[in-house]
């Protein structure tokens, strides 16, 4: 479906305008209804100018890190031995 991005258990619409974005969450909102398919109404946000979305801030403006999953990336003690390597490197 254009303008919807899925994943895990987060949904995106977007549009390159206001309108576009309109058209595609009203298009989402009918498939949802068609497949009975529940959202969640305490998740939802509308029309937002910025998101954070996995590790990332997404806005007109373009993509970037999210400065709070660099700051607990930086704020880790740093490994001392193979394993604390290799269990960092797994949350990476």
């Keep these: 479906m254009p303008g919807v991005v899925c994943m895990r258990d987060d949904i995106i619409i977007h549009g ?28 939802l946000e509308l029309s937002k100018d910025q998101i954070s979305f996995m590790g990332h801030i ?9 400065p709070k999953k660099v700051e607990a990336i930086v704020r880790m003690p740093s490994p001392k031995n193979t394993k604390e390597v290799r269990r960092i490197m797994g949350m990476i």
Excluded: Y
């Excluded at 009918?30 to 497949?35: A, D, L, M, R, V």
């Excluded at 009975?36 to 305490?42: F, G």
């Excluded at 997404?58 to 999210?66: A, L, V």
């Design 16 to 43: 390159k305008n206001q309108q576009e974005h309109d058209e595609n969450l009203q298009e989402f909102i009918n498939k949802c209804s068609q497949f009975n398919i529940p959202q969640n109404k305490e998740k």
């Design 58 to 66: 997404i806005s007109w403006n373009g993509i970037s890190t999210d």
